[in-house]
């Protein structure tokens, strides 16, 4: 814009010039002060936290006493630690069982929402989304209650079904996990959004055309449907990886009312019990350093295998 | 005529069949589907509603909230049982239980007096009656403090909503319109924040709440919501984005500068995003757990629905009905607030999902 002004004559371009990058310095003060919340938040409570955090974990600190300098043994111990192999195992565990449904159950409510053939689209699609909203909390003892052993609703169906012996769910550790993947099908509430506003995104002369093609509803699923929405799919996939690594508010209520099933303890758990019961804030710090580069790397892998699998329709 | 037309239409009419078999076999598949899905709902409700130190928990036990039926005779409650007899099963009341027989009365036919019935009465079947038993709500409700609890979560959270909106507009209003330089960087800087684990700052920052004496209070619960946040920011930004550079510059050349833009171009023309995050954040509030656990465990006069449920319940753990009780009120609200303002919420979803 500078330039084009330069050349309508020397000295009003001067005067012009001037003008004109003054006011562009001031847009770019102001965007400046518009953006300090953000910019402070993240130096306050993003950036310096994680280097204390990074520094605190090769020290012994616990509450009340200074941190004292011990190299890499809160990082050895780590790696040494039962425990912590454990809540690795744990959150790897039901980690895998947990992600497919994460995905599929979302997709398949969506495809469902998305069909031309359901009547009452709205209210279908609010009452999917609805238990979303519950707070966590309440959806966790819903849950508890519904799959008691003994009386909960899910046992009598089972028993009534001719299953004469159904699981304890919540104190076996061999059915604690599908039960939080039970619990968890209350989370798909965004993913099935999202997914079906990526449906609805496609355009339908692409459906038109593959009908023409002789394509019938599978092939159209798989050729047209699940390529347009693959970006959707990346995004929860990652969301829901990170969530999985952070997993807590259900493990920790459960095992606080089932005298602590040993499935139960996630790594999340074992962070919070050494950072704020036992107060080895060093070694907790190192926990969480530790669950952030598992994260990192496992987005990483998402991300880099998203190149064979995400399309992109406009550009990039 | 009549009957060419039939014949015309026959092909459409075979379609138009088929359109409606198949949607109603599809919509009966979703009803069913969404049965499934829900069906932790009335189990909910069952439990919250029975006398549970009246009634056996016992898998074979009705789920439903019942009591034993009594009859009144002669100013005495007496139970009722469904007695066979010559005439079939029938329910009397028992007058004076006995071991080989026993004493009942009628009482459809009262004035008929005492009949002698000959067997154990112990293996008859209680009559039951459906009664409800509402007392569980406001027992739950005096016991756990629901007033103390919504009032504290309502202080969280409307401060971290003022927070958040404040921070956010300012932030997504600085990425929308504003020459930074570096912008785009920071841009995938702030998005990038979305996969930072919480607990990787957690530590450090609770010695520095510690340190400015705000642990056991509500400070750090809200204060941090006014630094922004990156999903917020990315909502109204992608907003902001959408709408038409020409207004605010016929703002600015009345001589309107950025933050009057904000406040009289921006933000009145922003409602569905605006309102969107307000909920988004209040539902995040209500349900957050883990930093009031963190803050406040020591401090249950300042406790949130979500940690004040939790001790409450494992406190009453013994008592499924006040447990479901109170689960049922702590989410009322939320699900209020989502159905009242269920367009602007799903479209928020929808363009922090889908529109990267």
Same mark, same amino acid.
């Given at each position: 814009?500078?330039?084009?002004?330069?050349?309508?004559?020397?000295?009003?371009?001067?005067?012009?010039?001037?003008?004109?990058?003054?006011?562009?310095?001031?847009?770019?003060?102001?965007?400046?002060?518009?953006?300090?919340?953000?910019?402070?938040?993240?130096?306050?409570?993003?950036?310096?936290?994680?280097?204390?955090?990074?520094?605190?974990?090769?020290?012994?600190?616990?509450?009340?006493?200074?941190?004292?300098?011990?190299?890499?043994?809160?990082?050895?111990?780590?790696?040494?630690?039962?425990?912590?192999?454990?809540?690795?195992?744990?959150?790897?565990?039901?980690?895998?069982?947990?992600?497919?449904?994460?995905?599929?159950?979302?997709?398949?409510?969506?495809?469902?929402?998305?069909?031309?053939?359901?009547?009452?689209?709205?209210?279908?699609?609010?009452?999917?989304?609805?238990?979303?909203?519950?707070?966590?909390?309440?959806?966790?003892?819903?849950?508890?209650?519904?799959?008691?052993?003994?009386?909960?609703?899910?046992?009598?169906?089972?028993?009534?079904?001719?299953?004469?012996?159904?699981?304890?769910?919540?104190?076996?550790?061999?059915?604690?996990?599908?039960?939080?993947?039970?619990?968890?099908?209350?989370?798909?509430?965004?993913?099935?959004?999202?997914?079906?506003?990526?449906?609805?995104?496609?355009?339908?002369?692409?459906?038109?055309?593959?009908?023409?093609?002789?394509?019938?509803?599978?092939?159209?699923?798989?050729?047209?449907?699940?390529?347009?929405?693959?970006?959707?799919?990346?995004?929860?996939?990652?969301?829901?990886?990170?969530?999985?690594?952070?997993?807590?508010?259900?493990?920790?209520?459960?095992?606080?009312?089932?005298?602590?099933?040993?499935?139960?303890?996630?790594?999340?758990?074992?962070?919070?019990?050494?950072?704020?019961?036992?107060?080895?804030?060093?070694?907790?710090?190192?926990?969480?350093?530790?669950?952030?580069?598992?994260?990192?790397?496992?987005?990483?892998?998402?991300?880099?295998?998203?190149?064979?699998?995400?399309?992109?329709?406009?550009?990039? | 005529?009549?009957?060419?037309?039939?014949?015309?239409?026959?092909?459409?009419?075979?379609?138009?069949?088929?359109?409606?078999?198949?949607?109603?076999? /599809?919509?009966?598949?979703?009803?069913?589907?969404? %049965?499934?899905?829900?069906?932790?709902?009335?189990?909910?409700?069952?439990?919250?509603?029975?006398?549970?130190?009246?009634?056996?928990?016992?898998?074979?036990?009705?789920?439903?909230?019942?009591?034993?039926?009594?009859?009144?005779?002669?100013?005495?409650?007496?139970?009722?049982?469904?007695?066979?007899?010559?005439?079939?099963?029938?329910?009397?009341?028992?007058?004076?239980?006995?071991?080989?027989?026993?004493?009942?009365?009628?009482?459809?036919?009262?004035?008929?007096?005492?009949?002698?019935?000959?067997?154990?009465?112990?293996?008859?079947?209680?009559?039951?009656?459906?009664?409800?038993?509402?007392?569980?709500?406001?027992?739950?409700?005096?016991?756990?403090?629901?007033?103390?609890?919504?009032?504290?979560?309502?202080?969280?959270?409307?401060?971290?909503?003022?927070?958040?909106?404040?921070?956010?507009?300012?932030?997504?209003?600085?990425?929308?319109?504003?020459?930074?330089?570096?912008?785009?960087?920071?841009?995938?800087?702030?998005?990038?924040?979305?996969?930072?684990?919480?607990?990787?700052?957690?530590?450090?920052?609770?010695?520095?709440?510690?340190?400015?004496?705000?642990?056991?209070?509500?400070?750090?619960? %809200?204060?941090?919501?006014?630094?922004?946040?990156?999903?917020?920011?990315?909502?109204?930004?992608?907003?902001?984005?959408?709408?038409?550079?020409?207004?605010?510059?016929?703002?600015?050349?009345?001589?309107?500068?950025?933050?009057?833009?904000?406040?009289?171009?921006?933000?009145?023309?922003?409602?569905?995003?605006?309102?969107?995050?307000?909920?988004?954040?209040?539902?995040?509030?209500?349900?957050?757990?883990?930093?009031?656990?963190?803050?406040?465990?020591?401090?249950?006069?300042?406790?949130? /629905?979500?940690?004040? /449920?939790?001790?409450?319940?494992?406190?009453?753990?013994?008592?499924?009905?006040?447990?479901?009780?109170?689960?049922?009120?702590?989410?009322?609200?939320?699900?209020?607030?989502?159905?009242?303002?269920?367009?602007?919420?799903?479209?928020?979803?929808?363009?922090?999902?889908?529109?990267?």
């Amino acid at each position: 814009m500078t330039e084009q002004v330069a050349t309508l004559g020397e000295s009003a371009s001067v005067k012009r010039t001037r003008r004109t990058r003054t006011l562009e310095q001031q847009q770019r003060l102001w965007g400046w002060i518009f953006l300090s919340p953000w910019l402070i938040g993240f130096l306050v409570f993003t950036l310096f936290p994680m280097a204390a955090s990074l520094y605190l974990s090769f020290t012994d600190f616990t509450i009340g006493q200074p941190p004292n300098w011990v190299g890499l043994k809160n990082w050895e111990n780590l790696f040494k630690d039962p425990v912590t192999y454990n809540s690795l195992r744990v959150t790897f565990r039901f980690a895998i069982i947990m992600l497919p449904v994460a995905i599929l159950v979302p997709l398949g409510l969506a495809s469902l929402l998305n069909s031309k053939y359901l009547a009452g689209k709205r209210v279908f699609r609010a009452l999917f989304y609805m238990p979303y909203i519950i707070p966590a909390i309440s959806g966790i003892f819903i849950w508890q209650s519904f799959l008691n052993g003994q009386t909960g609703l899910l046992n009598r169906l089972l028993r009534l079904a001719g299953i004469a012996d159904p699981p304890d769910w919540l104190f076996s550790p061999t059915w604690i996990h599908p039960a939080m993947v039970l619990i968890g099908l209350w989370g798909v509430g965004n993913a099935m959004l999202t997914m079906l506003a990526g449906m609805q995104g496609v355009p339908t002369e692409y459906y038109e055309a593959a009908t023409v093609d002789g394509a019938g509803p599978l092939m159209r699923f798989r050729h047209i449907t699940l390529p347009m929405i693959s970006p959707v799919i990346l995004y929860n996939l990652v969301l829901t990886v990170i969530g999985l690594m952070q997993y807590f508010v259900v493990p920790w209520v459960l095992s606080n009312t089932t005298r602590s099933n040993p499935e139960t303890n996630f790594i999340n758990l074992h962070l919070y019990r050494e950072g704020f019961q036992f107060f080895h804030m060093g070694y907790a710090s190192a926990l969480a350093w530790f669950l952030f580069i598992i994260g990192l790397i496992l987005t990483l892998i998402v991300l880099y295998s998203s190149r064979r699998w995400v399309y992109y329709s406009s550009g990039e | 005529m009549a009957t060419q037309s039939s014949v015309i239409n026959a092909p459409q009419f075979s379609r138009q069949l088929r359109r409606f078999g198949l949607t109603a076999l /599809v919509t009966l598949f979703g009803l069913i589907l969404l %049965i499934v899905y829900l069906l932790p709902f009335p189990n909910m409700v069952t439990v919250s509603l029975r006398d549970q130190a009246a009634l056996a928990q016992t898998p074979d036990s009705t789920m439903l909230p019942v009591m034993p039926a009594t009859y009144n005779y002669e100013g005495k409650d007496y139970p009722l049982y469904e007695v066979p007899t010559d005439e079939g099963v029938r329910q009397l009341a028992l007058v004076k239980p006995g071991r080989r027989s026993s004493q009942f009365v009628d009482p459809a036919k009262p004035e008929a007096g005492i009949i002698e019935w000959e067997g154990n009465w112990r293996q008859l079947k209680e009559v039951e009656v459906l009664s409800p038993r509402w007392e569980n709500f406001s027992e739950a409700w005096q016991k756990i403090d629901f007033p103390r609890l919504f009032r504290n979560t309502f202080a969280i959270a409307i401060g971290g909503v003022i927070g958040t909106l404040l921070s956010c507009i300012s932030v997504a209003y600085a990425f929308a319109r504003f020459p930074i330089p570096g912008k785009n960087i920071l841009f995938v800087i702030l998005i990038g924040t979305i996969i930072l684990p919480q607990q990787v700052t957690l530590i450090p920052t609770y010695l520095f709440f510690s340190y400015l004496g705000w642990v056991g209070t509500w400070a750090p619960l %809200i204060v941090p919501h006014f630094f922004a946040n990156a999903y917020n920011v990315f909502l109204l930004r992608q907003y902001f984005l959408t709408l038409p550079k020409e207004l605010d510059e016929a703002a600015m050349i009345d001589g309107a500068g950025p933050f009057r833009i904000l406040t009289e171009v921006i933000i009145p023309q922003s409602w569905p995003a605006i309102v969107a995050v307000a909920i988004f954040h209040f539902v995040f509030a209500w349900n957050d757990f883990f930093m009031p656990l963190i803050y406040l465990l020591s401090k249950p006069e300042l406790q949130p /629905v979500s940690i004040g /449920v939790q001790v409450f319940n494992f406190q009453y753990g013994p008592r499924p009905e006040l447990v479901q009780a109170t689960s049922l009120m702590a989410m009322v609200l939320p699900l209020i607030i989502f159905f009242l303002a269920q367009r602007f919420f799903m479209r928020g979803v929808v363009i922090t999902g889908v529109e990267k």
